[in-house]
């Protein structure tokens, strides 16, 4: 997939909050502000949630 780059202004405290949150997700503060707005999408309707993958078969 490709992605667009973009300059973001933010204010030094939310960089930080997001900064804090990133951590504690283990995720860089790029992956963080991608899941939040992706998340923020699909709970608006805005974004169609994707597929989730088939099951993997049994090994029995």
């Known amino acids: 997939m490709t992605r667009k780059n973009f ?3 933010i204010s030094p405290q939310l960089y930080a909050a997001l900064e804090r949150w990133a951590a504690d997700d ?3 503060v790029n992956a963080q502000i991608e899941y939040l707005l ?3 999408a699909r709970d ?3 974004l169609k949630p994707t ?3 088939p099951p993997e078969p049994s090994q029995d």
Do not use: I, N, V
Request: net charge positive; proline share 20%.
């Open 38 to 40: 992706t998340r923020a």
């Open 44 to 46: 608006e309707g805005r």
């Open 7 to 9: 300059p973001l202004r």
């Open 26 to 28: 283990l995720r860089s």
């Open 51 to 53: 597929p989730e993958p």
